[in-house]
């Protein structure tokens, strides 16, 4: 079956500093790929998302580009800042055939210090 | 607004009381969805609805059943709940299945549900 694998947190960084979240999958055929951000209390929202391979979803400063060759798909940000203190979660969606189901990854706490 | 609702917010019941939880959109969604948040175990899909009267099983289908008569609801019954179906509960919705840039789900609140 389909698997989002996302790397363990939490995640803790200064204010400014460099942000990467690992982000692999597996799936079968061509599933699009998303990422979304729980703020605490909050249900999830989209952050960005890419629907085929090489597309660089991008928002808010974060980036990711769907990478089919290594089924990746990393959220970096440049500059991170305290609000941007969240769960991140990394997903996919594959349909195909009258279905659409859709995988999480278990998400990475970040937290931004000033 | 467009928006996502769920009733209730919170919830504490006991084992075997059966219970719904309900889910609205007013966006004229054809995709909704249920979901089941959990630590360390991220959001996992129990069923999801590809339109009126088409529904389908997630990946942790048991114990729950989801009817879908009208588009813009999409309940979530537990027939006879468990302990272990004390989870943090997120409905969502999309314009459309089957299509790529149509893919992004609105989330609802969230329920929070104890089962003692």
């Known amino acids: 079956g389909n698997s989002v694998t996302q790397m363990e947190g939490p995640v803790t960084l200064s204010e400014e500093a460099f942000l990467t979240i690992n982000c692999t999958y597996t799936?079968?055929?061509?599933?699009?790929l998303f990422w979304y951000v729980q703020y605490p209390g909050e249900g999830l929202q989209l952050l960005l998302k890419?629907?085929?391979?090489?597309d660089k979803g991008s928002n808010k400063g974060f980036e990711a580009t769907y990478r089919k060759e290594t089924t990746s798909f990393h959220l970096e940000k440049g500059s991170v800042q305290v609000s941007d203190s969240a769960v991140y979660f990394c997903a996919l969606i594959h349909s195909g055939g009258g279905y659409q189901k859709v995988t999480f990854g278990t998400g990475t706490k970040l937290q931004v210090i000033p | 607004e467009a928006q996502v609702t769920q009733n209730p917010r919170y919830l504490i019941t006991v084992t075997g009381k059966k219970l719904t939880v309900t889910c609205s959109q007013n966006m004229n969604h054809e995709y909704m969805s249920w979901y089941r948040q959990d630590p360390g175990l991220g959001l996992r899909q129990i069923y999801y609805?590809?339109?009126?009267?088409?529904?389908d099983k997630g990946d942790v289908p048991e114990g729950y059943k989801v009817s879908r008569k009208e588009k813009r609801n999409f309940p979530l019954i537990l027939e006879s709940p468990s302990p272990n179906q004390t989870s943090l509960y997120f409905c969502?919705?999309?314009?459309?299945?089957?299509?790529?840039?149509?893919?992004?789900?609105?989330f609802g609140p969230g329920t929070r549900l104890t089962v003692t």
């Open positions: 799936a079968t055929g061509y599933p699009s």
């Open positions: 969502a919705s999309s314009l459309r299945p089957m299509t790529g840039s149509n893919h992004e789900q609105y």
């Open positions: 890419a629907t085929k391979a090489d």
């Open positions: 609805s590809m339109n009126v009267e088409v529904t």
